[in-house]
């Protein structure tokens, strides 16, 4: 599994020309990194006197985090295994005619497995955003950066998983099943972007007051 | 050594209330991720016949990439020390007025060296950036949506990076040293945001053409 190799490991394999880890999967990992910085601002939020009056809502955010950072690291692998039907497309033969609709029936096909996984990143660091929008608000303090921090990892992995997408639906052939996916891909970039925009000036604000 | 954990643990432990790994760690590990992407676009670059005659550019990026790789992976383990000394400050007595004077010098200096961190992360970041502006003209059309994922990485890295820095200059006494240290990371900042948003915007259109 990918993600039980080190950090190190990980910067090392993502660095080589090997296929997997790409920057889908590497954008999964981003994205996990982000809502473990919000966790980490509510883990020291939870049983502080000062914040009483959010201790459920915390303990919430907190289940939903750990939801979340299970399901993109899961995402690192599924990205992985997503690439694989791609890369053997790729090197199907295209000698003859026949060779060659084959080849384009089984791309499309690929293409679109190829998509279902950088779709997946980007509805779940949406998700990790909106958690991240109330630990703006109910959130200690004393952790405000890393709420900043966090956000910004999140909206990186947003936008590094949509180039993911667009990369694999500007090579379909089916254009009206592209274009439906693209704008799926580009509602949640528009949204996650604004609300990341929000809630890092909202930080920075704080932090620089 | 933090960057010995697996991707899983990381993640795991920064989600939790310990110390560190915190926001200044993870921003560093995200800029090595973040060059670690250009540095396989770089490789799936290399020895290919139609990129012949940028093949000594790319060796050149690689090199360069590789060190700045380790340097961003060694200052994760170096946030976490410099934070150490700021840990044991807030841990001092304040009761009397001359522990309050001693709280207050040991922590002006635990702030300085606090900020030492994040400053190397984004000059890092923006040297890592640099070599994606190069990669974003030479390197392998086939894989230019990870320049993208590459620089956008290193754009919320530096960000990240930028906001631990503002935290720890926030709370500086000395006002003169705290502006110095802004006005730095603020040129960064600038930089490193403009140069990322240009190369962003250069690969999502050729993406989506």
Redesign the interface.
């Known amino acids: 599994m990918?993600?039980?190799?080190?950090?190190?490991e990980?910067?090392?394999v993502?660095?080589?020309?090997e296929p997997v880890p790409?920057?889908g999967g590497?954008?999964a990992?981003?994205g996990?990194?982000g809502?473990?910085?919000g966790?980490?601002v509510g883990?020291?939020t939870?049983g502080k006197k000062k914040y009483a009056d959010v201790q459920e809502d915390i303990k919430a955010i907190l289940d939903k985090?750990?939801i979340l950072?299970d399901e993109l690291?899961a995402l690192?692998e599924k990205d992985a295994e997503v690439f694989e039907p791609l890369s053997r497309a790729y090197g199907l033969p295209r000698n003859t005619e026949e060779e060659k609709k084959k080849r384009d029936e089984v791309m499309e096909e690929a293409l679109r497995i190829a998509c279902s996984a950088p779709l997946a990143i980007m509805e779940k660091t949406l998700e990790a955003m909106k958690l991240h929008e109330e630990l703006a608000q109910k959130g200690s303090r004393l952790a405000i950066?890393?709420v900043?921090?966090?956000i910004?990892?999140l909206?990186?992995a947003l936008?590094?998983a949509s180039?993911?997408v667009?990369?694999n639906t500007?090579m379909m052939k089916d254009r009206d099943y592209a274009e439906e996916i693209n704008k799926k891909a580009e509602a949640m970039l528009d949204e996650g972007k604004k609300m990341a925009d929000v809630i890092?000036a909202k930080?920075?604000g704080e932090?620089?007051t």
């Open positions: 990918i993600t039980n190799k080190t950090c190190r990980f910067v090392d993502l660095a080589s020309k790409g920057g590497a954008s990992l981003v996990a990194i809502m473990a910085l966790s980490m883990n020291l939870l985090a750990r950072q690291l690192v950066s890393d900043g921090v966090g910004i990892f909206k990186s936008m590094g180039l993911n667009f990369i500007g890092y930080v920075e932090i620089r």
